[in-house]
């Protein structure tokens, strides 16, 4: 059994993948592209991927190619029609991450609701030091207690989300993008009604084309310009040129980000010109990235293939 790893590096070197030699041998590459994709699994019968895709392009010359699996939730870079045809079976893995994107979510959020780092920079100069004055508060900040929690896309981590904002006393609404989904418990609204009454606005939809720019500029004038917003969902739910634009008029006061149209960040992005953090936090798609969450997708990946092997 030939098991090749092609972008290794988005698992990272600190996860043990060594159990993978005991189902055969194992080659691990840390990226690969289309062009080197064809001869790198010429021989496998089992391919370990990320975000490289898989058509007839890249692994039609593959001819004991048996199973794909995904370490990620979403096959967008699969070739659905092609793996049928062929009779390759795919997997991916899902609900391995929900507590580290929660997680992420409110790191993202008091980040920005604190204003911390403006604080963390006001101590680092010196003007703590300097001021005289045990306190300093002059860049206000409010309660989360109190306010209302929108929640686009109230899958497994926006219940996560959802009932982590209601123990710090928020009123949560959510908004269904398939429109079909009802969950006894939550409220539910309209994408238009959610926008306005909200003073946290977070997304944790799947790409689709129901999503695919929803949050627009007419999307981002309908909410507060009090309102934080956080992306933690698919890059291209967001029109990034709209989103800095509500930034810099202030049609909402901040945004929290930690996925991109693009992936890494472009130099042209438009949100690469605004650099006050107190506006603006960007990680480099990092949400699901605990080591423990890690660990937790490749046991899972692991036992796909054994339970595919036998």
Not at 194 to 208: G, Q, R, W
Request: hydrophobic share 40%.
């Amino acid at each position: 059994m030939n098991i090749v790893f092609l972008d290794a590096d988005s698992i990272g070197s600190d996860i043990d993948l060594s159990e993978f030699s005991q189902l055969g041998n194992v080659v691990r590459y840390g990226n690969t592209t289309e062009e080197q994709m064809p001869s790198r699994v010429r021989n496998a019968d089992v391919i370990i991927v990320n975000k490289v895709n898989v058509n007839e392009n890249t692994v039609g010359e593959a001819p004991d190619l048996k199973l794909v699996c995904v370490t990620a939730t979403g096959t967008n870079n699969l070739d659905m029609e092609f793996l049928e045809r062929r009779g390759i079976a795919w997997r991916n893995v899902a609900g391995y991450s929900t507590e580290n994107v929660a997680q992420h979510t409110f790191a993202l959020l008091f980040t920005l609701l604190e204003k911390l780092s403006y604080y963390d920079s006001y101590v680092k100069s010196g003007k703590y030091t300097a001021s005289g004055m045990f306190t300093h508060f002059s860049n206000t900040f409010h309660e989360l207690w109190g306010m209302t929690w929108g929640v686009i896309g109230l899958g497994n981590i926006g219940r996560r989300v959802a009932d982590l904002a209601r123990a710090f006393g928020c009123r949560v609404i959510y908004y269904s993008t398939s429109g079909n989904h009802q969950e006894k418990g939550y409220e539910r609204t309209d994408l238009d009604t959610l926008l306005t009454l909200s003073d946290i606005v977070s997304v944790h939809a799947p790409l689709t084309e129901g999503t695919r720019d929803m949050m627009d500029a007419e999307a981002f004038r309908k909410m507060k310009n009090t309102a934080i917003f956080i992306n933690v969902g698919r890059g291209p739910i967001v029109v990034e040129e709209d989103l800095a634009d509500a930034l810099e008029q202030g049609e909402i006061a901040a945004a929290g980000l930690d996925v991109l149209r693009q992936e890494p960040m472009s130099p042209e992005n438009p949100l690469g010109r605004i650099t006050d953090s107190t506006k603006l936090i960007i990680t480099p798609h990092i949400a699901w990235a605990s080591a423990e969450a890690r660990t937790r997708l490749m046991e899972i990946v692991l036992g796909q293939v054994k339970e595919f092997i036998g």
